[in-house]
């Protein structure tokens, strides 16, 4: 489900298996229709369309949480009368793009978050000013991502304004907390429950979009056994089968986990030039149940996300590092440039990951 640039770079671990991938969206000329994916173009409310694609694969799984109830309810009635192999499954899409029901998944998992309050009905708007500690961020409960639909606020007062000219109740308020760092962690769970994941990485953003990632974060030692632990209880708590990757903030020792994703992650990119096996390789063993690897080694790679306004090929940037072996251009194949799109990233995987970047902007 889906056909942007996370099932492209998919396509092009899977295909060389000898699998034949087809893609679900409403996009034609699609990023994974570049790299040789099947086109099926329709709107995901489409029930007689999805219905069609389902009967001509043997088993889904997704690029993206966003996808309306319609289409998650035909997959999983489909799947319950085939027996179609969906991974992850309909109810981790659910939580996934549910503010509420992710965080509140979290805290069943004995994962610590932030303080958080709904803002589901009139009431709300009028009490939850009263208990929330500032400054805090109203965030839409769904179809959030980037940082879009979210304002922060530092005083009540803006608050109450903000709450003030919501045009529904479909929210969540949620108290800041004053990170120093942040990380991610990319894990693989397999249908008979092993895990496979990856070290920590180190994430920084701009403007709410994921900037650069570190591979590996260098975390202290207990602080990356808490972060690989909770990864690991929020897996099996909700029964998750496929790669996810989660999303935490860190100050000292103490560990709060921000959200997931059920699908690989942008923070897990660096995978495609470390060596071993990528992220996309273990979505795809997951789904066709493949062996798990026994290990993944650990190569220092450093990724930087390209934006429409960074998007420069053949400029005197791009052509020095593209003299260097170390750096690798994985370009996502959209065919319209926009400041803030993501169109690309690079990955370093020479000598000193920590400074590949530093002049780059």
């Given amino acids: ?10 396509c092009l671990e899977v295909i060389p298996f000898g699998y034949e991938v087809s893609v679900y969206s409403p996009e034609k000329n699609s990023p994974a229709a570049g790299a040789g994916a099947n086109e099926f173009v329709s709107e995901y409310e489409d029930v007689t369309a999805l219905t069609d694609f389902l009967k001509k694969i043997d088993a889904l799984t997704f690029e993206f949480e966003n996808i309306p109830e319609i289409a998650l309810s035909t997959i999983e009635n489909f799947s319950e009368r085939t027996g179609l192999k969906v991974n992850p499954s309909p109810d981790c899409i659910r939580i996934a793009q549910n503010r509420w029901k992710e965080k509140t998944s979290f805290q069943k998992a004995g994962i610590p978050t932030v303080n958080f309050y709904p803002v589901f009905k009139e009431e ?32 009540q007062e803006e608050l109450v304004s903000a709450l003030a000219d919501l045009k529904e109740f479909n929210h969540i308020v949620e108290e800041f907390f004053p990170f120093t760092d942040e990380a991610s962690v990319i894990l693989a769970r397999f249908e008979d429950g092993t895990i496979s994941h990856f070290r920590p990485s180190r994430n920084v953003h701009k403007n709410h979009i994921l900037d650069l990632t570190f591979h590996p974060g260098e975390f202290p030692k207990s602080v990356e056994e808490n972060l690989v632990a909770y990864a690991k209880k929020l897996a099996e708590t909700i029964d998750y089968v496929g790669v996810f990757g989660i999303e935490f903030f860190i100050k000292g020792e103490e560990i709060l986990c921000n959200e997931f994703a059920p699908r690989p992650h942008n923070s897990g990119h660096f995978s495609q030039d470390s060596g071993t096996i990528s ?16 290990n993944i ?3 220092a790679v450093t990724m930087k996300n390209i934006l429409g306004e960074d998007y420069k090929p053949g400029s005197v940037l791009w052509n020095r590092a593209l003299e260097n072996p170390y750096y ?15 169109m690309g990233h690079w990955n370093y995987s020479g000598p000193n990951p920590e400074s590949a970047f530093v002049d780059w902007g």
């Fill in 328 to 342: 690798h251009l994985h370009l996502y194949g959209k065919t319209e440039v926009r400041n803030g799109r993501k």
């Fill in 297 to 299: 080694p650990v190569k």
């Fill in 124 to 155: 709300d708007k009028r009490s939850v000013p009263s208990k929330v500690k500032f400054p805090c961020i109203l965030k839409t409960n769904t179809m959030g991502y980037d940082g879009k639909g979210q304002v922060k606020c530092k005083t």
């Fill in 279 to 294: 992220q996309f390789a273990l979505q795809m063993r997951t789904l066709c149940n493949l062996p798990a690897p026994k």
């Fill in 1 to 10: 489900m889906g056909a942007g640039q996370l099932a492209r770079m998919f």
